[in-house]
């Protein structure tokens, strides 16, 4: 089931298109990655989301309906550039933002200081911003995001800045947040950062989305049948002894042991590809290399710019 | 609705409860009240220091200056003024006298001293050498008149007028006013607003360009509209200059009342402002001398109750209608910048007008009826400051009512547009903007 759409969004700013028809949809319980590099239109579809702007062209729905402006307490949002008033005390600038999403300030108060625990800051509720860490700022910003139970939540960038212990901690609560029902959207540059927790994504480059769909489906759609064999022993005559199926792409030798890439061409399989090497080499591994998002995008618009 | 009253409440507070909000607010008066004692201080303190002046009197004057309680006058014969001159320090003398021989003829008598002499003792010796050389003259005419009474007749000669102006109130009453405190009160109208417009601009635009560097606006705009923080923010800032001003207000009201009470034992204000003229005064009211009573009985007669709540009124009006108008400019051009630094390029086209309006209320506190007057109190990016300088001298109704639709009118439509070029600015970093890029803004649609 769906759970947000946009349909043909398009976004016009003088001198140039932020967003060129770009549709989306993501289903209901899922992460979603919005990958692309930067400048693509990412930031700008997710601002469109949250009504920060609106589109010129184009149907946003939020969960079946069109987007309404009450929505926006149903979403919540962690921005790129995000920050605190360095000033202020934690605790209250905390229930101040609980409050501009309609929390209640009583309600606000019992739920952040029980977060607050749990991330091992409640101490700090009375410090100004500016006596606190980067990290703990950090988590602050976390809490106010989630803290009124988003339907929608959207991270844009959320791994910037944040140290591997709280990056960790962050994917943690995300993927609890998904067990309990929330939807997703995670944006970034970075695409080996989110593809292992992604199910969807849409690759967005130079404001037009160029592909989407499930990891798993991308994944197979962009399988080039290369295997790595590691192996021990010397041959040297292996391509003469190999069927004209397989290809030798790559060949190095190591200390260990060496290293070959082999493509499969013409429907062959991987057995028959054991079968032929077994005879000759002392195999240590035989793994297919599976292309990471980083090389999927890099193909797909080399291909777009072909096409 | 409610979410722009929790932005108001956060950003009144967070500048109410500031250390320097609560000094400034509270030292003000104090220091004001404490200028103006001072100065009085100065004014009414006698000059108590003792002086011996040595006199050289050349001319056929017979002691022509007179020794006072603090001033000794010590006249030496068979003496040069050389040697007088040289034992000045042993003989501590302030300072010599030389009225020369032609005294008559030239009119000028030499003080010499070290130090330059003040101005008390230098009008003083004037005055007593001129005194003395008037009576001599007239003594003589009496005498060659062979009239008797002539000096009491000469005497009688002397009419001192004192000019009471008393201006037609609107039901036609009368009402006795004074210029100087009018123009007194304009002015210091006038100013105040001026400053507040700068002060609480400038915090307005801090306070945008602070949530720009903090990257905290994107994520309160996901909450709420960027016209609702906008409007928040002046708001919230607006109430704290109210508050600011009504806080100035009574405690310079309690420092007066209390202060003149000190001061001025015995006056009563009420018998006072009944009293047509000051030789009306039952006699021996007060311990005051029939100068100091007009003042008083100015100052009474200008300030009654309606005329002071009447300047209290348009001040609260044409302050909040400036600060709104000015501050949404101010808003966007903190919207429009990263940092403090950047501002000036677009400070220029805001501060221009506001210190024009500024000197135009110089002119206009002269002459209150000019085509300046009324243009600038009409005009709404000088008309808060303009206008103040005019009321206390009187302003037709429709023409503030004009003035003040004007002022909504513009702060509506400077509001609207600084909206546009707000929501667009305080998403955008790292970009050195132009007006021809605030042009573009403008014409983005949400």
């Not at chain 1, 700090?124 to 990290?135: A, I, N, R």
């Not at chain 1, 404001?207 to 499930?214: Q, T, W």
Request: hydrophobic share 45%; proline share 4%.
């Amino acid at each position: 089931m769906t759970f947000f759409e946009a349909k043909n969004v398009v976004k016009q700013y003088a001198g140039h298109k932020a967003l060129n028809k770009v549709s989306i949809s993501v289903p209901k319980g899922s992460i979603f990655g919005l990958l692309g590099p930067n400048g693509a239109g990412k930031t700008t579809l997710i601002r469109i989301i949250n009504q920060i702007t609106g589109p010129d062209a184009g149907e946003v729905f939020f969960n079946g309906q069109p987007l309404k402006p009450e929505d926006v307490k149903r979403i919540g949002y962690l921005p790129e550039e995000r920050g605190l008033y360095k000033k202020m005390k934690v605790g209250e600038q905390a229930v101040y933002l609980a409050q501009l999403k309609g929390m209640s300030q009583k309600e606000a108060t019992k739920k952040l200081k029980s977060w607050f625990d749990k991330f091992d800051i409640l101490p700090w509720w009375d410090k100004k911003v500016e006596e606190l860490s980067k990290g703990m700022q950090q988590k602050v910003q976390f809490i106010v995001t989630i803290l009124h139970e988003p339907e929608l939540l959207i991270f844009d960038e959320p791994f910037s800045g944040f140290d591997p212990i709280n990056a960790n901690l962050l994917k943690k609560e995300i993927l609890e947040l998904r067990d309990k029902g929330a939807t997703i959207i995670f944006s970034t540059h970075n695409m080996g950062s989110v593809e292992e927790i992604c199910d969807h994504i849409a690759l967005i480059n130079k404001s037009e989305k160029i592909l989407d769909g499930p990891v798993e489906q991308i994944k197979k759609k962009y399988r080039t049948n290369t295997y790595e064999i590691n192996y021990t022993g010397e041959f040297d005559k292996l391509e003469q002894v190999l069927k004209t199926d397989f290809e030798i792409v790559d060949q190095e030798k190591g200390i260990e042991h060496n290293t070959l890439h082999i493509k499969l061409n013409n429907g062959s399989t991987s057995n028959e590809l054991l079968e032929q090497l077994l005879p000759y080499l002392n195999i240590v591994s035989f793994r297919e290399i599976i292309p990471n998002m980083n090389d999927i995008f890099i193909r797909v618009v080399k291909e777009s710019k072909t096409i | 609705m409610n979410k722009i009253f929790i932005i108001i409440q956060r950003e009144y507070l967070s500048r109410v409860k500031k250390r320097s909000f609560l000094i400034l607010t509270f030292l003000t008066p104090i220091l004001i009240a404490g200028i103006y004692a001072f100065m009085i201080w100065m004014m009414l303190k006698d000059d108590t220091e003792k002086r011996t002046i040595a006199v050289l009197n050349e001319s056929e004057l017979v002691d022509p200056v007179t020794s006072s309680e603090f001033t000794t006058y010590e006249y030496l014969n068979n003496t040069t003024f050389d040697d007088v001159k040289q034992n000045m320090e042993r003989n501590g003398y302030y300072a010599i006298l030389v009225i020369p021989e032609d005294i008559h003829s030239s009119k000028t008598a030499e003080l010499f001293s070290h130090k330059q002499v003040t101005i008390e003792v230098k009008s003083s010796v004037g005055r007593q050498i001129r005194q003395h050389i008037e009576k001599l003259k007239r003594s003589k005419i009496i005498a060659e008149a062979n009239m008797p009474d002539l000096e009491e007749q000469l005497a009688a000669t002397k009419t001192p007028i004192s000019m009471r102006t008393i201006k037609f109130g609107e039901g036609g009453e009368i009402k006795q006013s004074s210029t100087e405190i009018a123009m007194g009160i304009g002015f210091a109208a006038s100013f105040i607003i001026y400053m507040f417009i700068f002060l609480y601009g400038v915090q307005v635009m801090r306070g945008v360009i602070e949530e720009k560097s903090n990257r905290i606006v994107e994520v309160i705009i996901s909450s709420v509209k960027p016209f609702q923080l906008m409007m928040g923010k002046i708001v919230g800032v607006a109430m704290v200059g109210l508050t600011q001003f009504i806080m100035w207000v009574v405690l310079t009201g309690i420092i007066i009342t209390v202060g003149s009470a000190l001061v001025l034992p015995g006056v009563d204000m009420e018998t006072l402002q009944q009293a047509k003229s000051v030789a009306e005064l039952p006699a021996g009211a007060s311990s005051l001398d029939a100068g100091q009573l007009k003042l008083i009985q100015d100052i009474g007669g200008t300030f009654d109750l309606a005329y002071v709540a009447g300047i209290i009124g348009a001040f609260i009006f044409f302050f909040l209608g400036g600060y709104l108008l000015y501050s949404a400019l101010f808003a966007a051009v903190g919207s429009a910048v990263d940092n403090e630094t950047e501002t000036q390029q677009f400070m220029l086209p805001i501060t221009i007008p506001l210190i024009l309006a500024l000197y135009i209320g110089f002119a206009v506190a002269r002459n209150p009826e000019s085509s300046l007057a009324f243009w600038g109190s009409i005009i709404p990016f000088t008309s808060p400051i303009v206008m103040l300088v005019r009321i206390p001298f009187g302003v037709p109704i429709w023409e503030l009512l004009v003035s003040m639709s004007i002022l909504i009118g513009t702060f509506l439509l400077i509001t609207w547009i600084a909206a546009k070029i707000y929501r667009t600015g305080i998403l955008m970093y790292g970009k050195k903007v132009s007006y021809k890029e605030i042009w573009k803004w403008l014409r983005y649609h949400n």
